[in-house]
């Protein structure tokens, strides 16, 4: 409601700035104003001010009565997450601190867990979603996802969001999801409160702009922007939460490579490192299902040879870190940048450099298939060497690398049976390509040029949404072939050191029974020790008929099935392309057959099991 001039003592002037401050006051300072009034009615003023209240206070209470007649700007926000690895889901909810601070009532909320009759009644929603794969949502944003895509979608004008999206550059479908739920939250008639934020994996900054976006925008559609002033606070589950520790994504732990071992035998065309690092006086803690990230360095080869094909000097100094802090070319190349991937933006950058009209007609949006042929399995030096001759100097350079993104491993260790240590299992990738050998920049240096005592630098990736049961006598069933078996090696030692009693089942594969079954000796004991109650394996090259673990599965079906029934959780790790997918139809087949259902039927138990989170997948 607004103070009209012809029904008040105001000027027009008057008016227009009491009608501007009026909307601003929250629920307390309109209580306040009201007791102001009451005081100076009461006579509890000096003579002088009370004659002046007299003066202003008709006017002043019916403007206290407009604002309180009028509907309150809603100061309520939903935040939902669909996240694989952690990352969203951390995000949402540092966003969702920083509101609370701000007197805001949030509700935050897996996408998977969210009840969709709410949408319709909610003010202001912020997603915050990654993309997994190629293209697709995160596990626990698929409901969610085909519920906005379904009829059952309701119109939502009124509503007001923004999206932050999380992806990868060097995926074609770079984040995908977030465009999709942004996309389709506009066409349901909701109006964007912030534009969208696509973030690369150096996600920290653009995800922090895209808060302050928010939170400004809020500010603004709810006239809250008083309460600033608290929200630096820290929300009570904030306050509540135990000190962490210095060492994060941003302030890696610089942890001691304590043993490093080739898990395969002799004769093996594989070879896969376990991996024991210290993580003495870090304060680092994690669970099992949680990842160690690490920041690599690139293999010094390949940083020469890009430095020599552009005759540089490898002692040039450049800006190589935040903050524009300096180093030499070489030492920027080898720890700062990313040198091995190509990707859209990168070569878009690039052929600002050189008059090289083949690099433009590659990067032209029809030419979206030759763009995707080129850069797979090319790294920088075959673009300088393909598109020359450049002009580009170091310092150009670097200003349009993305910098190094971490590695993420699945932990194969219980923090409570090796205290200040944490183990990995690592596979070393090596293939050829347009002509030249190429590795895995992390898997080939802790392969070829790490040796115990150097020192790694990482941090702790927590993952929510791959964890053992809350009740320790829940049964679980393990899918891990190759390095996938990782994490299942830590929620085993983590069940044997808290004694429980629920029954295990491990469905573990590889090529080769011999040189290629990576912790079996540690699987032989637990199955001993009835730690390990059953145990699966199934070996692709020892028989004419290649053999993976789904066939495994089929194989056992019935009794699958029955623990399915008894309440067991099923974990999968690994291969996403491939692996994820076979077992995920093996599960539906299962499930189809054993329990008598069609195949709607057999999709919707799946997708229940997922929703009681009674399903959790690490694939990549």
């Given at each position: 409601m607004q103070l009209k001039v012809t029904n008040s003592p105001f000027t027009e002037e008057q008016a227009e700035l009491l009608n501007k401050l009026l909307p601003t006051l929250t629920e307390a300072q309109t209580q306040w104003l009201g007791g102001f009034l009451t005081f100076y009615r009461a006579g509890a003023a000096s003579a002088e001010t009370a004659a002046s209240a007299q003066l202003i206070a008709p006017a002043l209470e019916q403007a206290v009565q407009a604002v309180a007649s009028a509907p309150a700007a809603p100061r309520e926000a939903t935040i939902l997450f669909g996240s694989q690895t952690g990352n969203s889901q951390r995000l949402a909810g540092k966003l969702a601190d920083k509101l609370k601070g701000q007197g805001f009532e949030v509700t935050l909320s897996a996408m998977s867990a969210y009840k969709t009759n709410g949408l319709k009644k909610t003010a202001h929603l912020f997603i915050v979603a990654s993309t997994h794969g190629e293209g697709d949502p995160p596990d626990n944003a698929l409901t969610f996802h085909e519920f906005l895509y379904s009829k059952r979608a309701p119109k939502l004008d009124g509503l007001k969001f923004s999206v932050l999206a999380l992806g990868d550059t060097s995926y074609e479908f770079f984040c995908k999801t977030g465009i999709d739920f942004d996309e389709r939250l506009a066409e349901l008639g909701a109006e964007r409160l912030a534009d969208r934020v696509d973030c690369d994996l150096d996600f920290e900054a653009p995800a922090g702009e895209w808060m302050a976006s928010v939170i400004g925008a809020l500010d603004a559609a709810t006239g809250t922007g008083t309460a600033a002033a608290t929200a630096g606070a820290p929300s009570a589950s904030a306050a509540a939460a135990p000190a962490e520790s210095e060492y994060s994504r941003s302030n890696p732990f610089k942890a001691e490579v304590l043993t490093t071992i080739n898990l395969n035998g002799r004769g093996s065309d594989r070879e896969t490192r376990h991996l024991e690092l210290s993580l003495e006086g870090s304060d680092l803690s994690y669970e099992p299902g949680d990842c160690v990230g690490i920041y690599p360095e690139n293999d010094p080869a390949l940083v020469d040879a890009i430095i020599a094909a552009m005759n540089w000097s490898p002692s040039e100094v450049v800006v190589s870190g935040k903050d524009g802090d300096e180093g030499t070319l070489r030492s920027a190349l080898l720890r700062q940048f990313e040198i091995t991937v190509l990707t859209k933006p990168l070569l878009e950058k690039a052929a600002a450099f050189t008059d090289n009209g083949q690099?433009?007609?590659?990067?032209?949006?029809?030419?979206?298939?030759?763009?995707?042929?080129?850069?797979?399995?090319?790294?920088?030096?075959?673009?300088?060497?393909?598109?020359?001759?450049?002009?580009?100097?170091?310092?150009?350079?670097?200003?349009?690398?993305?910098?190094?993104?971490?590695?993420?491993?699945?932990?194969?260790?219980?923090?409570?049976?090796?205290?200040?240590?944490?183990?990995?299992?690592?596979?070393?990738?090596?293939?050829?390509?347009?002509?030249?050998?190429?590795?895995?920049?992390?898997?080939?240096?802790?392969?070829?040029?790490?040796?115990?005592?150097?020192?790694?630098?990482?941090?702790?990736?927590?993952?929510?949404?791959?964890?053992?049961?809350?009740?320790?006598?829940?049964?679980?069933?393990?899918?891990?072939?190759g390095t996938g078996v990782a994490p299942f090696r830590a929620f085993l030692e983590e069940r044997e050191e808290l004694g429980s009693e629920g029954k295990t089942w491990l469905f573990y594969g590889d090529r080769h029974f011999v040189t290629d079954f990576l912790y079996q000796t540690d699987w032989q004991r637990m199955l001993k020790d009835g730690v390990l109650t059953k145990l699966d394996v199934a070996f692709s090259r020892d028989s004419k008929e290649k053999v993976y673990v789904q066939h495994r599965m089929l194989q056992q079906a019935a009794e699958l099935y029955a623990w399915l029934q008894e309440g067991a959780h099923v974990y999968v790790c690994g291969d996403e392309k491939h692996m994820a997918h076979d077992v995920h139809n093996a599960l539906l087949t299962i499930i189809e057959q054993q329990g008598g259902l069609d195949a709607e039927a057999a999709k919707a138990y799946l997708a229940e099991l997922q929703a009681q989170q009674r399903y959790q997948r690490d694939v990549y």
């Open positions: 690099l433009a007609e590659l990067i032209a949006p029809e030419k979206k298939a030759e763009l995707k042929a080129y850069t797979n399995g090319r790294d920088l030096l075959d673009l300088l060497q393909d598109f020359g001759p450049w002009k580009l100097t170091a310092a150009n350079l670097v200003s349009i690398l993305r910098k190094m993104p971490p590695r993420l491993y699945s932990i194969a260790s219980s923090n409570k049976a090796n205290e200040d240590e944490v183990h990995l299992t690592i596979r070393k990738v090596e293939y050829e390509a347009h002509g030249r050998a190429r590795g895995g920049v992390c898997s080939v240096q802790v392969s070829e040029r790490l040796a115990e005592g150097d020192t790694l630098p990482i941090f702790i990736q927590h993952n929510p949404n791959f964890k053992l049961p809350a009740n320790p006598e829940t049964p679980i069933i393990m899918v891990g072939p």
